[in-house]
């Protein structure tokens, strides 16, 4: 079960190296869907460049590789740094290839940056599942992207399906805007949680709890068992007063990453949403929900883009915000007067 | 305290009569700042309409009046059909006039539009401040207007501050969009529930609990009075644990407004957090937060209905988005494609 060793070429720094080696995208596109792990490092690579010609180069990877990706269950995790995310899927990611699963995971890291340091951090963190051929990790670096943090991810889960990973967690930590971002990119959205007070002094985002479609109060071992029981049920409770409709509430559950205890029991729930949802067409209805969104934003994205490249707009757009800002016009009369202008102008 | 009979002159339909008779946009604002409630009436009509003209005079009128807006407390109420939001209101209202406001509540009511069954309809829920004069209260139809709802609500607001009311109240019914507008558009969120099951079967939108600072469970009275004691404990337990951190926690109480039990006390807290916001600036601060967020928004739905209003552009943009429903492009790709005709035939 050893493995190559040389998991992220190009990721050294010399970019220039990286570009000289490179296949064409289509030959790497038909090279990742060959399973080849050095060509999906390096399309990965090239999702995550901020260059233009990476950037073209992995929309021809993605064009190529697209009619054969969404074959995987994706399914993102939050938590708070110390709720035990990695441990968690490191078990689960083990026990889903001991099933016969091949296990992609992409964890977004604020404070990674394109290095191998990170990534070596990453395959301690997952000791288990980092040994195993079947399983593949790599950091999204966040730190630097803000918005395109999302686009590197979704893309990145396109190229490990088409790479034949059918297993995929998406990894961020519950405390900026990640867990967002994974709720529109996944199929199911679990919440590590663990039992005692000091987990809420440590700043989870209002929204996480409504957005989890399942509940894991982890770290149900040794004296924090009965705890962790008990903030189950709470949690149980509290989810029937803010759930809306009762089919739509978030599960709860208790494991114990640590002693590897209900892992089981969580991949049988997941395995159960993932055969419903596609038998009913829930599941296909989702990702086109979320595509449209994505399309959406990426539109709205792109008018600010264009609104910053074009210097008179972008002094208008500023002046207009200062003023609304100042209360001197309301935000409603601002934009008009931009809309206004920028018709005169164009139109 | 009888008040004038002609309190919603020019909405009888003939909206031709109404154009006549209007004042100058300069002479209402002057009227409304005056108090007169027959201009405040003329000027939220105006504000509704969607005759360009009409649109532009409540511009003129806005703009005037804008420097006299933001010394009232924005209370912003939420529930389902059927929590007693009127009662409440009715019970609330007539309490701050007695303690010497002017309180105008307006009604974002789904259903009416502009006719004189629904203003009867409100007037007749709110039978005691309804014979108030020092009390106002308008529904805001958004039947047919969507998004622009927000607008005329926020308008709406600044009228009624420029006209001299410091306590206002929008009313929404929680199971739209209606509550996400007013939760932007307010300093305070009420929500308002009922005891026992039946409310959650209602539908109550997720995502309202996070929004809301203060829960009040109406109709503890009674035989509910038990039940309704018990829910707030159950709602303060949920909230510890959906709370992020424990300053941002919602206030949980029980009320009657049938009984008129407890709203001192709602307005006891309601006047402490006025104050409060306004001594630390926070008020100010979640205003200038809010105004950004909504010129944020117009841009963005000023971009829309720019790719709306340009054959060519909404062709493409509705080609683009079938193939990102199809799965033949990712919606990076097409929103990509979308920027570089756009850049390309525009710059």
Known sequence: MKKSRHLHPGLSGKTSGFRKTLPEPEVLARQIMAGDRLALSRALTLVESRK?????????????????????????????????????????????????????????DPSSSLNRGSILGDKTRMEHLARLDEAFIRPIPSGDFGGGVARHTREAVLLCEAAGFDR??????????????????????????????????????????????LILINKADGELAEQAEQAARMFQTAL???????????????????????????????????????????????????????????????FRQYVKNHPALRQLAGQLRLDVL????????AADIFWEKFTGGKS
Request: without cysteine; charged residues 25%.
């Open 52 to 108: 233009p010609e990476h950037r073209q180069m992995a929309g021809r990877v993605i064009r190529h590789i697209l009619p054969h990706t969404g074959n995987s269950l994706r399914t993102g995790i939050t938590g708070v740094p110390g709720a035990g995310k990695s441990t968690f899927i490191d078990r689960l990611g083990t026990e889903w290839v001991r099933q016969g699963h091949r296990v992609a995971v992409l964890a977004i």
């Open 168 to 213: 995929i967690v998406v990894e961020t930590v519950g405390t900026g805007q990640g867990e967002t971002y994974v709720w529109h990119l996944t199929d199911i959205l679990i919440l590590l949680k663990i039992p005692g007070a000091g987990d809420e002094l440590q700043g989870i985002k209002r929204g996480i709890m409504e957005m989890a479609d």
């Open 240 to 302: 029937h007063y803010f759930g809306s409709r009762p089919n739509e509430q978030a599960k709860v559950m208790t494991v114990s990453a640590l002693q590897n205890k209900n892992i089981d029991k969580v991949i049988e729930h997941l395995e159960d949403f993932y055969g419903q949802a596609q038998a009913t067409g829930q599941l296909e209805a989702k990702r086109r929900r979320q595509a449209e969104y994505w399309f959406d934003e990426h539109l709205d994205e792109g």
């Open 326 to 333: 100042g209360g001197k016009k309301t935000p409603h009369e």
